[in-house]
């Protein structure tokens, strides 16, 4: 049965973290900037980090969200993701299989999937997903083995589901247009955001654009 706990707007402008452009600045400082610029879902990766010190960034990180009422997802640690009460859950295809994930973390948890095909939309879909994230639509310098799925994929992909949305990989303000019409209900960005001189002003930006090309 497919999860109605994501709402569409949660889609907007989701922001997924990365330290690696940080350069001596707090993940929480940058991450309440975007907050504050109208982020409309958070998403913690860290590849890096220590189970205790996860631990402790995600706690702060989910009192921050709650604060500004944007559910706090965790990338692919399910185990911490249920620790520290996060609002949801996001898994790629290589990770554990979506029935699973659910199981594991209940019925109240949002589940997110990464998809590049239908098939693997709609399987997702079956297995209790709440959302999709789809890409990567672009070339992305985050994740340099990300597999590229076509607009004409993209399209059929949000077809074909009717559960929320987004694209990832590669989006910025600058070739978000290049989306429009495929049906998504918004875009996650990494680098658009966080590598930016001005993270509050630039996500403003961003969501005002994002609103434009995909309410509807």
């Not at 350069?23 to 975007?34: M, N, P, S, T």
């Not at 604060?67 to 993701?81: K, M, Q, T």
């Not at 990300?146 to 004409?152: G, L, P, R, T």
Request: hydrophobic share 40%; aromatic share 6%.
């Amino acid at each position: 049965m497919p999860g109605m706990k994501c709402d569409k707007k949660h889609m907007r402008l989701y922001a997924v973290t990365d330290r690696a452009w940080l350069h001596g600045r707090r993940l929480y400082d940058d991450v309440e900037k975007a907050l504050r610029g109208g982020v409309t879902m958070l998403q913690l990766r860290e590849k890096e980090l220590g189970d205790d010190e996860f631990l402790s960034e995600a706690l702060e990180l989910k009192e921050l969200c709650g604060r500004y009422g944007v559910p706090f997802i965790i990338n692919d640690n399910v185990e911490l993701a249920v620790k520290c009460g996060a609002d949801g859950i996001h898994v790629g295809q290589s990770d554990m299989c979506a029935s699973d994930v659910r199981r594991a973390v209940g019925s109240g948890m949002i589940v997110g999937v990464s998809a590049q095909t239908v098939e693997q939309a709609l399987l997702a879909e079956k297995n209790g997903a709440d959302y999709l994230g789809v890409g990567s639509v672009f070339t992305t310098s985050t994740k340099l083995d990300a597999e590229h799925v076509s607009y004409d994929t993209l399209k059929d992909i949000c077809r074909a589901v009717s559960i929320p949305v987004c694209a990832i990989g590669g989006i910025s303000g600058s070739n978000m247009d290049m989306l429009a019409g495929s049906g998504i209900d918004g875009v996650a960005l990494v680098s658009a955001i966080f590598a930016s001189d001005d993270i509050e002003s630039e996500c403003s930006r961003l969501k005002r654009l994002s609103d434009t090309l995909f309410s509807k």
